[in-house]
């Protein structure tokens, strides 16, 4: 039997940040200064990589990547909250609907194994040293960011195409301030309880599954560290863990607190979700360039 789509909504109406009445005035400025900041900060880097050859390296890669991804995460919802908050523009087509969706947990999936990649490249760095340049090549390397990028793109593209195969005939008002799937498949029709599955399992299971993968590798350097003999070597080791753990920290503790607190999860989902897609876009650059690192092995 054919399915039919049944989606009749041409465009959806986003209700905008709640609890926001009366103060328009901070996220007019926050918004765009945090956006410009990612737009600047995250291409030095980029342009940092391609001119020295000494940072030609699998670490230097890997941010790189991160760079891109900070760049995606700032332009996703970043331009279109600050139209909702200066001229409260908050009708977004269904085309630009469904790209938020796509590119929501496109980049969100892509951070997170990117996150995991860094994790292993520093584990092998710190812990196989004299193997490094062997276990860590660059055809290894340029495999795992093509895997990254095709595992990520898959999993995207069956989140937002089970979201939106869903028929769409009632209400086209988001309660949220940008299209992600659970606002979203609150306004279908039908039945809800696949794409309702199908996404908390992909956005719950993958980041405790790398977030436990990084913590283990985080674990064996400690180790490692622990057992030098000289106090020099293990700064010098530790150094290079203290730019990543950061980063690991802002990505996903803001995430472990919303899913450790379901009874806070509405107090504290807007300005998480807000710090991760517009401030930590910002903070990477100044993490990752600011912070001592050590010179590959």
Known sequence: ?????????????????????????????????????????????????MSDSCLHTPMYFFLCNLSVLDIGFSAVSTPKMFANQLVKNRVISLGGCVSQVFFCHFLGCSECLL??????????????????????????????AAGIWCVSSFQATMLTALTFHLPYCGSNEIDYFFCDIFPVVKLACG???II?????????????????????????????????????????????????????????????????????????????QIFGNVITPTLNPSIYTLTKMSREP
Not at 32 to 42: V, W
Not at 118 to 123: K, L
Not at 124 to 141: D, E, Q, S, W
């Open 1 to 49: 039997m054919e399915i039919k789509n049944h989606t009749s909504v041409k465009e959806f109406t986003l209700s905008g940040i709640p609890h926001a009445e009366g103060q328009q005035t901070v996220p007019s400025v926050v918004f765009p200064t945090s956006h410009l900041c990612a737009l600047l900060g995250n291409p030095l880097i980029l342009v940092a990589e």
């Open 115 to 144: 996150y995991t990649v860094m994790a292993y490249d520093r584990f092998v760095a710190i812990c196989h040293p004299l193997r490094y340049t062997i276990i860590v090549n660059r055809h290894v390397c340029a495999g795992l």
């Open 191 to 193: 039945d809800t309880l």
């Open 196 to 272: 309702e599955t199908v996404s908390f399992t992909n956005t719950s299971l993958l980041p405790t599954m790398c977030f436990l993968l990084i913590l283990t590798s985080f674990v064996h350097i400690i180790t490692t560290i622990l057992q030098m003999r000289t106090a020099e070597g293990g700064r010098k080791a530790a150094s290079t863990r203290v730019s990543h753990l950061s980063g690991v920290t802002l990505f996903f503790g803001p995430c472990a607190l919303i899913y450790s607190q379901p009874s806070l999860s509405e107090v504290l989902v807007t300005p998480v």
